[in-house]
Each structure stands twice: as structure tokens, then as C-alpha cells.
């Protein structure tokens, strides 16, 4: 009987094991960038596909320039704006590159302001040249503050939004930022989350359930800040669509 037993044993270990094969177990890998499919949303030499003020918005050095000189003082924030419409989810790349004193911002499924020219209002990627707001989630024209440098918030209908957790310190964060130098924004939107990255780091993260009040498409633009002169400049904007 205790012979029959140890033969039975490999036999009931062997059903045990029947069933799907396990899957190989993988690990990330870094993007294939080139094979996402990436737009260009700027040709690196003229404005053709914006449209904005002349007086602030001109092609320079490989980039989309906006300047304000102590002449040219703005009452409002103007933007320059791609012709086209960002519908749904989408990723962004852009470097920028903005002056100590300056005051911009990527700003998407927005729309535009009646009454006032070259203005938009939805959410923005913040930048400033001190980088207190840069990478923060703010709306133009609309809730403001969605999300703080170093926050994950949620916006439910009617409410402000709420902190719900951290991505980092916003001071460490801000140690990811060079400072008078080109830097990499990388938005990421799916539904209702909108990650901002830079330089690979994720600086904040909205999720936006108040269907009502959000944008789920619209323009896409980058601005000049009322405030003091400033000088801003944005180079290899593109757009994918997964």
C-alpha cells in the first residue's frame, strides 16, 4: 500500500499542475520614441499653423518666440495658438526656455474667450521663471488651481479640488528644473487625468471627474503673462493621439 502511495504521489502533483502555461514574467523598458508616432506641431522656422499677436509671437533660432518689451506691456494674457483641435486623449512634448521674470504656460482643450482676442481659457501646464507655479495643473480663466507642484488631486462635480496624495516634494521637484536653460513638458491626458511631467519627472496629477465643468477637446496654445517684460521660447512641440 505505501508503495502504491509514492507512485500515486508524482501522479496527483502532475495534476496539479495542469492548466494555461504561466506567462513570462517582463519588466518595463524604456519608450521607443520613434515608433509612437509622434507630430510635429511646429516646422522650426515660421509660424505658419499659429495664429497670435505679431506683436509678441515670432519664429527665431528654431523656436517660437514670445517676447513683451517695456513698449509692448500687456493688460491681458495672450496666447499664440495652433489652428488645429486636440480632441480626447493625446501626449504632448514641448521644450521651452523662459527668462527669470517671465510667466507662460502650455494651455489645452481650451477654448477661446469671447470678447478678447488671442485668450483661452482650460487647463494649463504652468511655467515661470522663479519656478514657484512651474508644473502645477492651473485653469486659465476657469477653477485656477487644480493641482500644486508636488500634488495628485481630485476634482469632483461642483467641488475645489483635493489633494488625495504626492508625487514628491515640491522642492525636490523644483531641483529637476534648470533654470534659465531648456527644459522638457510631457503631458500625458487620458480622460479625465492630466499628468504633467518634466524632464521626465511627474510634477502633478489631476483627476478631473466633474464631466461638466472639464474640457474633453480643444485649442492648444502658449502664452505671454501680463506682468514685466519677459522673453519665453518654445521649440520641438509635438502631439500623438494613442
Known amino acids: 500500500m505505501r508503495l502504491l502511495a509514492l ?134 480663466r476657469g477653477r485656477t488651481f487644480n493641482a500644486l507642484r508636488g500634488q495628485m488631486t481630485r476634482v469632483r462635480p461642483g467641488a475645489k479640488a483635493e489633494v488625495i496624495g504626492s508625487v514628491g516634494d515640491p522642492k525636490e521637484l523644483a531641483a529637476f528644473i534648470r533654470d534659465g536653460d531648456w527644459n522638457e513638458y510631457h503631458l500625458v491626458v487620458r480622460g479625465g487625468v492630466q499628468t504633467h511631467l518634466l524632464n521626465g519627472h511627474v510634477m502633478s496629477v489631476v483627476i478631473d471627474d466633474d464631466a461638466s465643468a472639464r474640457h474633453p477637446e480643444g485649442k492648444l496654445g502658449v502664452q505671454v503673462h501680463v506682468g514685466p517684460p519677459m522673453k519665453v521660447e518654445y521649440r520641438h512641440l509635438r502631439i500623438r493621439q494613442p
Open 7 to 140: 507512485f500515486a504521489l508524482p501522479s496527483l502533483l502532475l495534476a496539479a499542475e495542469v492548466g494555461p502555461p504561466k506567462p513570462k514574467q517582463t519588466m518595463p523598458v524604456p519608450a521607443d520614441e520613434a515608433a509612437l508616432g509622434w507630430k510635429p506641431l511646429f516646422d522650426g522656422k515660421s509660424l505658419a499653423g499659429w495664429t497670435g499677436d505679431p506683436t509678441y509671437w515670432r519664429a527665431e533660432g528654431g523656436a517660437i518666440v514670445g517676447e513683451i518689451t517695456p513698449a509692448t506691456l500687456v493688460k491681458n494674457n495672450t496666447f499664440i495658438i495652433w489652428d488645429g483641435v486636440v480632441a480626447g486623449d493625446f501626449e504632448l512634448k514641448a521644450e521651452y526656455r523662459i527668462s527669470e521674470r517671465g510667466n507662460s504656460g502650455i494651455n489645452y482643450h481650451s477654448a477661446g474667450v469671447p470678447g478678447l482676442p488671442f485668450a483661452l481659457t482650460g487647463p494649463q501646464a504652468d511655467i515661470d521663471g522663479q519656478n514657484k507655479y512651474t508644473g502645477q495643473n492651473y485653469e486659465e
